[in-house]
């Protein structure tokens, strides 16, 4: 039976009921509340109606300090107590009323007095602590707000610490804060028998209680996600649905409401609590019933089902099916392992399906189409085994009997370590056939032409900012593209591909990236040393800032005083850290890189919302070569010509047409080598040149594998 009024009117009658029957024409009235829960209403109602209110803040006492000369409220947060005869007079002149919230809130329920003494009761036989619990409670429940409860919903939201749905409460809070009083705890299971739990009928033990109601409350997800409930225990059968409006099985709608959902995803994906593990296992597809996100037998299920498709191949099915479960599973307990896991079997099933179109191509006429295509190109390979090495091992933080502990490491491993390696070498023989029996970069935009190419743009008066970022692999620019898009999305984002200078190391690269035609630049042997040129002159650091700033560009380096320099027309900024980091950081530069590039892009958003460029450049001098973090490399001796030897490269007049590698002269239609100069360059990736350095270096640059000279250069411009 619902109740008949809130407990601030229960108030005013209270009030208002002994001011009409006062004696006296201004009446003083005297409220003793037990507990001091009344305050704030019975202020509220006092002054509703027109009278003083003054409240006893330390003793009863100091109510009498001041006479009252108009109709006034005393209220006094405590029990009566019949020794003391300070308000004789307020009892025959006023009016007295003796309630506390607990007794307010029965006198609410008009039409069913007897039983509602039972919210009476129930705040008066507890402890402190419980009485603040019921009396917020009684605040919540009997406000107005909302309609007005039923007595039996309020009196399981007593028992149940303020919740009114018995099913919600168990399922969420299992045995915690359920009665220890066994008559209490029957009440709960009485009312999760009337919520259609029929699972717990007879039940005596909490522990009983709550794995039984879970288990049906699963059983009923099952059911609603198409199991056939023939294959369930008749006590777990949900029952049919009335057709009755819009409904969702119970633990899926408190799971929607929690904000616990991580402690519950430890719940209902615990493999120690499997709840239909009998039934699901019979299962010929477990992928029928992937979105629903409770059992662990099931996600064991799925997971297993999962595994052999990718072993078979089905790589597409595997993306699509691991996509769905993680939309599921992040949609019902936000980022928990178990979320985390299927969002890199994503990534593990989309670079399978990448390596195996890439072993099963035929169409590779051109390694910088091959590679540097912004839409389909296979950077994105290089791309994909960054994105999986950087988000590390999810698995761990599972518990160790969910199936992805024992296969996922294996799985990613055999992607990024091996069948990546096998990808680079056939790259590595793409180049090097197409620079031996053709001209594969004829017709393509060559980095040392930049500053001819854009001049219409470059030296047009409009405001230009060029970002030169070291060592910024394709599949990094387009990271850096993809963030600028997001930030300021009034932007128009393009970007293209380009042929950045070989070898692929920095002095060559950023010399390349300097204002000049395209016909001052190049690369010539010098007294045994390897030198980039303009106009015949060497460029060193201190020559390409002063090729800039002649050219009448603003120069800074990202080591300088940032504020300096930003308010000219043209700036060129250059940020050198992730060569640096490349270099430095061997086990972890993926990481590394992964932190650069998100503040690389926080720098130049910010650069750009501010300055309000007319048009940016993210430009790169080189890339560079990831390789897997178990392999061995193979040294190998320069040849006898060779005047200048690195790693990944040497340098002469006089080297053999036959070596390792490939051979660069005028034959390769660079534009840039000058007279006899001859540079051979290494595409295995992992071979090195003897000489001094890292031979055991993950990250390198240099050689003519396309990720170290396929560049990706973006334009950024005002719409």
């Known amino acids: 039976m619902p109740a008949t009024k809130t407990i601030p009117q229960a108030a005013e009658d209270a009030i208002q009921t002994r001011i009409e029957g006062a004696p006296d024409e201004e009446p003083v009235v005297l409220w003793w509340d037990d507990g001091g829960h009344l305050r704030e209403i019975v202020e509220s109602v006092s002054d509703s109606l027109g009278c003083e209110f003054h409240a006893a803040e330390t003793t009863p006492l100091e109510l009498r300090a001041d006479a009252p000369r108009d109709r006034t409220v005393w209220y006094v947060p405590q029990a009566p107590d019949d020794d003391v005869d300070w308000f004789r007079d307020v009892e025959n002149t006023g009016g007295v009323v003796e309630a506390h919230i607990g007794k307010l ?8 007095r007897i039983n509602a003494a039972s919210i009476r009761t129930a705040y008066e036989s507890s402890d402190e602590r ?11 429940a009997l406000d107005g707000e909302g309609g007005l409860p039923t007595l039996q919903s309020l009196q399981t939201q007593i028992v149940l610490d303020g919740h009114d749905d018995p099913v919600a409460f168990v399922l969420e809070h299992g045995e915690a804060n359920l009665p220890e009083d066994t008559d209490d705890l029957l009440e709960i299971r009485d009312l999760l028998v ?12 909490a522990g009983a209680l709550v794995e039984r109601t879970r288990r049906w409350a699963v059983a009923e997800w099952l059911v609603d996600e198409g199991l056939d409930p023939s294959l369930l225990e008749s006590g777990y059968r949900p029952e049919p649905d009335s057709g009755l409006g819009v409904s969702r099985p119970e633990l899926q709608s408190m799971l929607s409401k929690t904000e616990r959902k991580a402690e519950l995803a430890e719940t209902y994906l615990d493999p120690g609590a499997r709840y239909w593990h009998d039934v699901l296992r019979t299962l010929d597809d477990p992928w029928e019933l992937a979105d629903c996100p409770v059992d662990a037998a099931l996600e064991h299920e799925l997971w297993d089902a999962w ?79 960054f994105n999986l090495i950087t988000s590390g091992e999810p698995e761990s933080d599972l518990p160790e009997e969910h199936p992805a502990t024992a296969s996922l490491d294996d799985l990613r491993t055999s992607l990024v370590e091996s069948r990546y390696l096998e990808y680079l070498g056939d790259l590595g023989d793409l180049v090097v056939d197409q620079i031996e029996t053709g001209s594969p970069f004829v017709g393509e935009n060559f980095a040392h032409q930049f500053f001819d190419q854009e001049q219409e743009h470059l030296q047009s008066g409009q405001s230009v900012a060029l970002f030169v970022v ?9 990271e850096l593209a993809e963030s600028v898009r997001r930030a300021l999305p009034g932007l128009e984002v393009d970007e293209s591909a380009w042929v950045g200078t070989l070898p692929s190391d920095t002095d060559f690269g950023k010399a390349a990236l300097t204002p000049g035609s395209k016909f001052s630049f190049n690369v010539t042997l010098d007294d045994g040393e390897l030198v980039p040129e303009r106009n015949g002159r060497k460029i060193t650091n201190y020559q390409r800032e002063k090729l800039l700033t002649d050219d009448g560009w603003s120069y800074i380096m990202q080591s300088d005083d940032e504020k300096v320099g930003w308010g000219e027309n043209r700036v060129a900024y250059y940020w050198n850290d992730l060569d640096k980091a490349g270099e430095e950081e061997l086990t972890d530069f993926e990481h590394v890189f992964s932190d650069r590039i ?8 910010e650069k750009l919302q501010k300055g309000e460029w007319d048009r940016a450049y993210i430009l790169a001098d080189h890339g560079f070569v990831s390789l897997p973090r178990q392999i061995d490399i193979d040294d190998i001796h320069p040849p006898d010509g060779a005047e200048h030897v690195t790693r990944r490269w040497v340098a002469g007049e006089d080297l053999d047409d036959d070596g390792p590698g490939v051979l660069l002269d005028e034959n390769a239609h660079l534009g840039y080598l000058d007279g006899e100069t001859k540079i051979r360059a290494l595409a295995d990736p992992i071979q090195r040149f003897r000489n001094q350095g890292l031979p055991d270096a993950r990250f390198y640059h240099g050689g003519v594998l396309p990720q170290e000279f396929v560049l990706n250069f973006v334009t950024i411009t005002q719409e």
């Open 194 to 205: 009337d919520d259609g739990v029929t699972a717990v009928e007879g039940v005596t033990e």
């Open 105 to 112: 809130a029965a006198r609410c329920f008009q039409n069913d």
């Open 307 to 385: 595994t052999r498709a990718f072993n078979d191949g089905e790589y597409d099915t595997c993306a699509d099916r691991a996509t769905r479960r993680h939309e599921r599973l992040e949609a019902t307990y936000d980022d928990v392992p178990w979320t985390v896991v299927w969002e890199q079997a994503i990534d593990v099933a989309n670079l399978a399906a990448e390596l195996q179109d890439w072993a099963e191509s035929t169409d590779v006429d051109d390694v910088v189409e091959v590679y540097g295509d912004v839409e389909d190109g296979t950077w994105q390979i290089d791309n994909a085994v």
């Open 470 to 478: 070291d060592a910024l692999r394709f599949d990094l620019a387009h």
């Open 130 to 140: 419980d009485r603040e619990q019921i009396a917020r409670t009684l605040y919540d």
């Open 598 to 605: 998100e503040t690389i892009s926080e720098i130049i958003c």
